[in-house]
């Protein structure tokens, strides 16, 4: 055993208490510190001396790397890691981790709540119920016997096609750079046969042109930037209808809301944005047949538990491996 107890900082805390972290680092020795960073100097300042950090939404870029001292593991609270300089770690010879999964079926619920808001224009009747009208003109869509398309096949993707086969769509199409039948079969095995529904791999803009419903299930790197631009809504049926519970900026916004404007898609469910919070002059705000929400797919009792659970996991894990316990 060492001398001196392991130090863990938390860089940024978003719950409001870090009880679920101390009691996976307490009873191994490590002592937890809570700080409040919103740049990356305060990083830097606040993790000089820890052992771990376990970072939320502040920015841990090559500056705040360089002065850690004794840092041996990153844990982020989340699945993506655009606000670590993983390089910049993996020179210093810190692991980052990550917690993948543990929102996969919150993410899908969430994105299929969308997709029914969009249907049966829920947003719409619950804003004119509650400004005295009743029985709203407009009508909503059927779900059963349309075309859902998925963006994805990672967990998020995976989880919603499970979640919307017994909903009667008539084809569920696939699109991944990786996919394959053998690959969507491994996932879904059996349910889909079961269930008479017909679910597929399919070329990105077969997809596209052949769906009612496209929700988006990428990350955000190089290659899927923008990648729905206004090449890829053009395709699009005029009345369908595009979710993003994925990155903001796989979607090109400015194109979104001029197909949205001018009627050539039907509709849009939103999570996440370009720039966040979603600017006060968005389009996206006053456009009908938008259902926006604020990039709380992830959230759910049950997995903001299992998020800050695994998190320090994951540092007293490396902890140990380096021999700190």
Same mark, same amino acid.
């Given at each position: ?14 719950? *409001? ?13 490590? +002592? ?16 000089? +001396? ?62 299929? *709540? ?10 719409? &009747? ?36 499970? #979640? ?11 699109? %991944?750079?990786?996919? %394959? ?21 399919? #070329? ?26 206004? &090449? ?13 519970? %994925? ?7 400015? #194109?979104?809301?001029?197909?949205? #404007? %001018? ?12 720039? +966040? ?45 380096? *021999?700190?316990?």
């Amino acid at each position: 055993m060492v001398d001196m107890a392991p130090l863990a900082v938390i860089t940024d805390n978003r719950f *409001g208490d870090a009880d679920i972290e101390a009691s996976v680092l307490a009873p191994a020795g490590v +002592e937890l510190v809570v700080a409040k960073c919103r740049s990356s100097a305060e990083v830097a300042a606040a993790g000089r +001396e820890a052992d771990a950090l376990l970072v939320n939404m502040a920015s841990v870029d090559a500056a705040a790397i360089e002065s850690l001292e004794r840092c041996r593991v990153i844990a982020r609270y989340g699945v993506g890691l655009d606000n670590i300089d993983v390089e910049a770690a993996a020179r210093r010879g810190i692991v980052v981790a990550n917690v993948p999964g543990y929102c996969d079926r919150e993410v899908a619920e969430h994105a299929l *709540g969308l997709l029914l808001a969009c249907a049966r224009n829920i947003p719409q &009747r619950d804003r004119a119920m509650r400004e005295g009208s009743w029985n709203v003109a407009a009508t909503g869509r059927r779900v059963s016997g349309t075309v859902l398309g998925i963006l994805g096949f990672g967990g998020t993707g995976k989880a919603l096609a499970r #979640a919307a086969l017994g909903l009667g769509f008539r084809e569920i199409l696939v699109w %991944s750079p990786s996919i %394959s039948r053998d690959r969507i079969e491994a996932a879904i095995g059996p349910a889909a046969g079961a269930l008479g529904a017909c679910l597929r791999p399919a #070329a990105l803009d077969e997809l596209l042109a052949a769906s009612d419903w496209v929700s988006v299930h990428l990350p955000l790197k190089p290659g899927t930037r923008g990648i729905i631009g206004p &090449r890829e809504l053009a395709l699009m049926k005029g009345d369908s209808t595009l979710i993003n519970i %994925s990155r903001g900026a796989v979607v090109d916004e400015e #194109a979104l809301a001029v197909a949205l #404007a %001018s009627g050539k898609l039907g509709g849009a469910g939103l999570d996440v944005f370009t720039a +966040e919070p979603l600017p006060k002059g968005s389009k996206l705000r006053s456009l009908p047949g938008v259902v926006l929400t604020d990039h709380s797919a992830y959230a759910s009792r049950e997995s903001i538990a299992e998020l800050r659970r695994r998190t320090a996991e994951n540092a007293l894990g490396v902890l140990r491996n380096r *021999g700190l316990l």
